[in-house]
């Protein structure tokens, strides 16, 4: 039986975007493994193998276990989830000659930085292109980006989503004039309103800080305008304004954006 392994920095973003992958591999009859750097859950593994300054002086005895685990396993492919955290496990497969070296790119964060923060986050991801024998990425975005650095092929899963959604399909329903009026009586606003939807982390390089400032410039005295914000609380929120604007709904943590959408 082949074994995969993947490796995911985050256990509670694994069981998103790592776990449906999982259970498809071993339907297929594959041995498939995920090994978390943190918050693993009770069937993932969880090894610190991430190189981060609160672990700088105990990350050689973690590089060597991490050598010496992924030698008993033997994996015949790794799949290695994300920026950061991709390129160590990547170089000890390289060492270990592991036949299936698989780069999954869920984004690029040098793009939302600057100066030296975006050059040593871009040299990651020349590394993490150059380590890896093939690459998968989750938009037509990241894929034109990342042929930028490489000029490996860079592929896409299901027309481009970690999860496995086909977005072309997801695009016609969230088009649809009754999916809208639906969502505007879910919500209570009202059916004249244009919504504009954020679905993302707090984050500059998620983009939020723009929206916000587009938001303040341009519709923030707007009634006939609505921000639903999934992933962002309140709090995000009042961070940039004083207090809550009546046209921002922040909904927190979303499980299954998915669910949200189609309802």
Not at 69 to 83: A, E, G, Q, V
Not at 103 to 109: I, K, M, R
Request: positive net charge; charged residues 25%; proline residues 4%.
């Amino acid at each position: 039986m082949k074994k995969i392994i993947h490796f995911h920095p985050n256990g509670n973003y694994s069981k998103k975007f790592v776990d449906p992958l999982q259970k498809f591999e071993k339907k297929l009859g594959f041995n498939s493994i995920i090994v978390n750097d943190t918050m693993a859950s009770d069937k993932n593994l969880q090894i610190d193998y991430i190189l981060k300054i609160n672990n700088f002086f105990k990350f050689p005895l973690n590089f060597i276990l991490l050598i010496l685990h992924i030698y008993r396993l033997k994996p015949d492919t790794i799949f290695c989830h994300n920026s950061t955290a991709a390129w160590v496990p990547m170089l000890v497969a390289r060492f270990l000659f592991v036949k299936n070296i698989i780069y999954f790119n869920h984004g690029l964060p040098f793009i939302g930085h600057k100066g030296l923060a975006r050059f040593i986050l871009y040299l990651i991801e020349k590394i993490n292109c150059l380590l890896s024998k093939k690459i998968i990425t989750v938009s037509t975005a990241m894929k034109t980006e990342l042929q930028r650095i490489t000029k490996k092929n860079v592929y896409l899963i299901h027309n481009g989503s970690a999860s496995g959604v086909d977005l072309k399909k997801f695009q016609k329903i969230v088009k649809s004039k009754k999916y809208i009026s639906i969502l505007k009586n879910k919500y209570n606003i009202d059916q004249n309103n244009k919504i504009i939807l954020f679905v993302g982390r707090a984050n500059r390089r998620k983009g939020f800080y723009d929206v916000i400032e587009i938001w303040k410039k341009y519709f923030e005295c707007r009634p006939d305008y609505t921000l639903l914000l999934l992933g962002v609380d309140k709090k995000d929120v009042l961070k940039r304004y004083k207090k809550m604007p009546y046209n921002i709904r922040a909904m927190s943590f979303v499980p299954n954006p998915t669910n949200f959408f189609i309802m």
